[in-house]
């Protein structure tokens, strides 16, 4: 089975810096795009960023300057490197990949999520 897992995640105060990794696992043919989405209880799941095989990037607009994706296909791993936090930012991150994976009885490629990493940002 593929498995997407995430670490990284914990307490901050505002202004600091945090470093999400997330590593897919299993049988992977091949992974397309990677993405980091979060999620606060009151709110629909949001796009942070997102990372074509190619490194080609797309952010959401409020968080431009502040985040950085980056992936290692070597290792099938997305990051995500998180400065001068501020408590809106506080949430549970999820790590997405659309992938090719075997022996999953799936066809093509699908997106598998992660089990969300928790992010406070607090005084």
């Known amino acids: 089975q593929v498995q997407l897992m995430e670490s990284g995640g914990g307490f901050v105060q505002p202004g600091g810096s945090l470093r999400l990794s997330c590593a897919a696992s299993?049988?992977?043919?091949?992974?397309?795009?990677m993405a980091w989405y979060r999620q606060v209880p009151w709110k629909q799941r949001e796009l942070v960023a997102s990372i074509e095989t190619g490194g080609r990037t797309n952010y959401a607009d409020s968080l431009k300057g502040r985040f950085t994706i980056s992936r290692d296909n070597a290792k099938n791993t997305v990051y995500l490197q998180m400065n001068s936090l501020i408590p809106e930012d506080t949430a549970v991150y999820y790590c997405?990949?659309?992938?090719?994976?075997?022996?999953?009885?799936?066809?093509?490629?699908?997106?598998?999520w992660g089990q969300g990493t928790q992010v406070t940002v607090s005084s």
């Open positions: 299993g049988r992977i043919g091949h992974i397309n795009l």
């Open positions: 997405n990949a659309d992938l090719l994976a075997y022996g999953t009885g799936r066809i093509g490629y699908n997106g598998y």
